[in-house]
């Protein structure tokens, strides 16, 4: 069984979407995009595997319930 490293978790809230990526070291090891707000695909993204950090960049400012929920992985 391989232990999973625990990633950087980058996301980008845009004006239409948000774009989420996954960082090992520095490296991106992978891109998605998904709806606005969409938790559970974030959590899909992620694979079950809790990030070791999570970054949330927004053009138009923190939706607080969803970077509230986001503690939950």
């Known amino acids: 069984m391989t232990a ?3 990633e950087d978790l980058v996301i980008d809230v845009g004006n239409s979407r948000i ?16 709806a606005h707000h969409d938790l559970e695909a974030v959590e899909q993204f992620c694979g079950g595997h809790p990030p070791r ?17 986001l503690g939950r992985l």
């Open 19 to 34: 774009k989420l990526g996954l960082f090992n070291q520095g490296r991106i090891t992978s891109l998605a995009t998904a």
């Open 4 to 6: 999973h490293l625990a």
């Open 53 to 69: 950090c999570i970054i949330v960049g927004s053009v138009a400012g923190p939706n607080e319930g969803f970077v509230h929920a």
